[in-house]
């Protein structure tokens, strides 16, 4: 069984900085594509960052030169450094993995999802 717990969420002021991280733990033999989605009250599932399993990454427009999604492959973790916060940035974030078992197959798996609130 294949785990991805979240944390380091909370809420800051506008203008400061937090840092996700998404720690994948169990039976697992690789990990592809890494990713944060987030989500706001009455909103979609947004696509924030993603980061390849060769550390290619690519971001939201909105977050551009604020977000940085980085990985440490020894620790099956992935991390969202987020500075010059604003409130449209408050939602839940939500990481998400590309794993592989044993025999090479891909499962996406889906942390519980940490809250990020931003006042004004």
């Known amino acids: 069984q294949v785990q991805l717990v979240e944390s380091g969420g909370g809420l800051v002021q506008a203008g400061g900085s937090l840092r996700l991280s998404c720690a994948a733990s169990g039976r697992i033999f690789g990990i592809n594509g890494m990713r944060w989605y987030r989500q706001a009250p009455g909103k979609q599932r947004q696509l924030v960052a993603v980061?390849?399993?060769?550390?290619?990454?690519s971001y939201l427009d909105s977050v551009k030169g604020r977000f940085t999604i980085s990985r440490d492959n020894a620790k099956n973790t992935v991390y969202l450094q987020m500075n010059s916060l604003k409130p449209e940035d408050t939602a839940v974030y939500y990481c998400?993995?590309?794993?592989?078992?044993?025999?090479?197959?891909?499962?996406?798996?889906w942390g519980q999802g940490t809250q990020v609130t931003v006042s004004s």
């Open positions: 980061i390849s399993s060769g550390s290619s990454t």
């Open positions: 998400n993995a590309d794993i592989l078992d044993s025999r090479n197959n891909e499962y996406h798996y």
